[in-house]
């Protein structure tokens, strides 16, 4: 970043921190040698998101944090405050039933297929010695069913256990950042409401993550407690056990689902407080719901392991429906969901701007929603069909050949329209494809009248199309996911009715149908089941190679870039927010700086830099503001935030920020198929520049003589606007005289000290980068170098 392989850390810690080039360690102190550069700074904030090899286990995290963003991506709702609650209140449902859906799947394989199917088989407990003393055939005090389902609750309780882990411990590294506080300011009290992400507490969740942690560890461990207690429950009522132990089955489930109806209390009750920093916290839930959770589990684990000889474990564990209700559920959620977003989205205070702009018509959160939702079940669903059929020894679970019954039938049933599913996609690719190639048609003539004078080069020119047209393919990007998610509810329903009519496996239930209908099924149960296995086996490998390989790990790290930007509101088990610990290291950096200083100061950012940039300047106070300087390139501000999140980055806050941040310049390709420009519809270029040529020439040239590449995304400080556009935005900031330092201090944030924050992304040159600022003090300032490629200053 900084050019320079001697540096020095200014001010930050192991996981984020300010660093300058050794030799203007101490630039404030002799200003005479800055008079014709300034001084950059850079801000590394890659370990926030590729770290240790822990972040290896994000992997499983991954519905969560598509489930999070579901919540984030809402139409605006000016005015309509009760239909934005039931927003977020349906948002946070679905992300609930992904919690109960990841613990029931933990309880399919360790509860359902070990210790009651396997172990209670003598074919498939003798070949294996490590359930031995769990099998009926040898008589010890571990083979009783309800004994061997409290052993094997471990397993399910362990892992909602370490989800608790993950979110506690980073929920103390990243939620719990003080943002800046917001002192009084003439300037404060500009007509018009503040933009949400200008809201003193927006990056400060503290209180919301730590209630949704208390009530999503609750929630799995009663999901545990329920698969235990309900079947031991079910033998005495049904077979007529002692009376004693039937009452307290009847006990136990009431109390269980008193603490579910708690748990839904709890997330329904409290949304985010964005107003001002809510440092409060629930005490009462956070700790007895949890707690009193636990003490349920134990209930049900001591009612279960009761003697009960003459109970036998055969078929399904009871309760295998519980994967057609959660699924029942979810849909619901999800049309629920999409109803009040297209109510949000038709309200009468919808501008056309606005309502052109929004992605799927204000149905993108639904659309994600229900991914995320997809994506869980396919995930639970390999899991479970993968040691089914381990533990089947090479027979067909639920087909009625093996030594086990196999897990239940709606996950051969989502398994069998996987294929289904996979033919609409490759359909859709090959009808993007030949759009693109007729699209790249007509630009040639466009690309020629670009490079007058040139000599025509029909390759060369074909490819400068291509480029451009590759890039165009954004714009149908929420055409795509809206396809695929209409597709994935409709089979996703045909799957459960299939399951809830026929009690059998497709290809049982196929049996008597025509041939051809018959064969087909069982092909798509066959090749379902094979990519659910394929996909799993993918999973592990890489989440293996991500513990061992900081490369891997740091390309997942590139993932949680984007996917991680927004405060978990939705889910407390998503990927931490690194927004909130790197915007509020930004903001104070900068109003610090130009406190202390009175200095001039040039942020820029470039892809999910220009976001974090962006997201930082709201954030500042107006006193601040007006000596920044915001230069974006290749940002993805409008082209992807102002569609997908429009109550956000939508026309109005970016308009709003225009016009309170005067100098602003966003650079932007034809080629680039992230950035474009962040307000289209402005008449008068006041903050787009482009599109800009690229590549910079067509063919060769005396100062060119090799060919030019198409740069796309990257690169965008090699073109001379960037230097032309960087002059002008330093020449249109007024110079200001020092004031005093009106912000607490914090380390280094009034040091007088300026800053260029970016992060090195040349392993991966079409990524997300962090933003960056630059400025010297108020005497004198001039064009700062030019950044490395991919990186922001």
């Not at 052993?151 to 882990?165: C, D, E, Q, R």
């Not at 959770?293 to 474990?313: D, F, H, I, K, M």
């Not at 200001?736 to 201090?745: I, L, M, N, S």
């Amino acid at each position: 970043m900084l050019g320079d392989p001697r540096t020095v850390r200014i001010t930050g810690d192991g996981t984020a921190a300010v660093f300058r080039r050794t030799d203007d360690a101490e630039a404030e102190l002799h200003p005479e040698r800055y008079r014709d550069r300034p001084v950059p700074e850079a801000y590394c904030w890659s370990r926030l998101t590729s770290g240790n090899g822990a972040r290896a286990l994000w992997l499983i995290l991954l519905p969560f944090m598509v489930a999070n963003l579901a919540h984030w991506m809402r139409p605006a709702g000016r005015g309509m405050a009760r239909t934005v609650r039931t927003y977020g209140v349906l948002v946070r449902l679905v992300a609930l039933t992904l919690t109960v859906l990841l613990t029931a799947a933990a309880c399919e394989v360790a509860l359902d297929l070990v210790a009651w199917q396997c172990a209670g088989s003598a074919g498939c407990a003798e070949s294996r010695s490590w359930l031995g003393f769990l099998s009926p055939a040898e008589g010890g005090w571990w083979s009783q069913p309800g004994r061997r389902l409290a052993l094997a609750a471990l397993v399910p309780g362990a892992l909602t256990g370490l989800l608790w882990y993950l979110s506690n411990r980073t929920w103390s590294a990243y939620e719990s950042q003080q943002p800046l506080p917001a002192g009084r300011d003439p300037l404060d009290d500009a007509p018009g409401p503040r933009p949400a992400l200008g809201r003193p507490g927006f990056w400060y969740g503290r209180r919301l993550v730590a209630r949704l942690r208390a009530a999503h560890t609750a929630a799995g461990l009663l999901t545990v407690a329920a698969a235990v207690a309900g079947a031991a429950a079910r033998f005495d009522r049904r077979d007529g056990g002692s009376t004693l132990l039937e009452i307290c089955g009847w006990l136990t489930e009431a109390l269980l689902a008193v603490g579910a109806l708690a748990v839904v209390w709890v997330v329904c009750r409290r949304g985010r407080k964005e107003s001002r920093p809510d440092s409060r916290l629930d005490r009462a839930v956070v700790r007895l719901l949890p707690l009193g959770a636990l003490g349920l589990l134990v209930l049900a684990l001591l009612y279960a392991g009761w003697s009960r000889p003459g109970w036998a474990s055969r078929g399904m564990l009871p309760g295998d429906r519980a994967f057609g209700v959660i699924t029942l559920a979810q849909g619901l959620l999800v049309v629920a969901l999409a109803l009040t977003a297209w109510r949000l989205y038709r309200r009468p205070t919808a501008g056309p701007a606005e309502r052109g702009t929004t992605a799927l018509r204000g149905l993108g959160g639904p659309a994600i929603a229900m991914l995320a939702c997809a994506l869980g079940g396919v995930m639970s669903g390999g899991v479970a069909q993968r040691v089914a059929d381990w533990l089947d020894d090479g027979g067909t679970p639920g087909m009625g050949r093996g030594s086990i019954a196999g897990p239940p039938v709606l996950l051969s049933w989502q398994a069998a329209v996987i294929p289904p599913l996979l033919v609409v996609v490759l359909a859709l690719a090959g009808w993007f494809a030949g759009r693109t190639l007729r699209f790249r048609r007509r630009l040639l003539a466009e690309v020629e009248a670009d490079y007058p004078g040139e000599r025509p080069d029909a390759a060369r020119t074909r490819s400068i199309a291509g480029a451009r047209a590759t890039a165009a393919l954004t714009e149908a990007a929420p055409r795509l996911i809206g396809i695929i998610s209409g597709v994935t509810l409709l089979l996703g329903a045909g799957a459960l009715a299939g399951a809830w009519t026929s009690h059998e496996v497709p290809g049982e239930a196929a049996d008597g149908a025509h041939p051809f209908l018959a064969s087909g099924v069982q092909t798509a149960q066959a090749l379902g089941s094979w990519l659910i296995g394929l996909g799993f086996i993918l999973f592990v490998t890489w989440g293996r190679r991500a513990y061992k390989d900081a490369s891997a790990r740091r390309t997942i790290g590139i993932l949680w870039d984007v996917g991680t930007f927004w405060p978990r509101a939705a889910h407390p088990f998503a990927p931490p927010c690194y927004a909130e610990r790197a915007v509020p290291d930004l903001t104070w950096r900068m109003a610090g700086w130009t406190d202390r200083t009175g200095g001039r100061l040039v942020i820029s950012g470039h892809s999910q830099g220009s976001v974090l940039a962006a997201a930082a300047v709201w954030q500042l106070p107006p006193r601040a503001r007006r000596r920044v300087a915001l230069l974006t390139y290749g940002s993805p501000l409008q082209r992807l935030y102002g569609r997908w999140f429009p109550a956000y980055f939508g026309p109005g806050p970016l308009a709003a920020l225009h016009r309170e941040l005067d100098c602003w310049r966003n650079l932007w390709r034809a080629t680039d198929p992230i950035g474009g420009p962040v307000l289209p519809g402005d008449e008068t270029p006041e903050v787009d520049c482009g599109p800009l040529k690229d590549p910079l020439t067509y063919g060769r040239t005396a100062a060119r003589p090799l060919p030019e590449p198409i740069l796309g995304h990257s690169d965008y400080q090699a073109d001379p606007a960037f230097a032309v556009e960087r002059d002008a935005l330093l020449d249109r900031l007024a110079p200001c005289a020092p004031v005093g330092p009106d912000v607490p201090d914090a380390p280094d944030a009034a040091e007088g000290r300026d800053a260029a924050e970016g992060r090195d992304a040349s392993d991966e040159p079409d990524t997300a980068d962090a933003p960056g600022t630059r400025g010297v003090p108020a005497q004198r300032l001039t064009p700062a170098p030019a950044d490395p490629p991919d990186t922001a200053g």
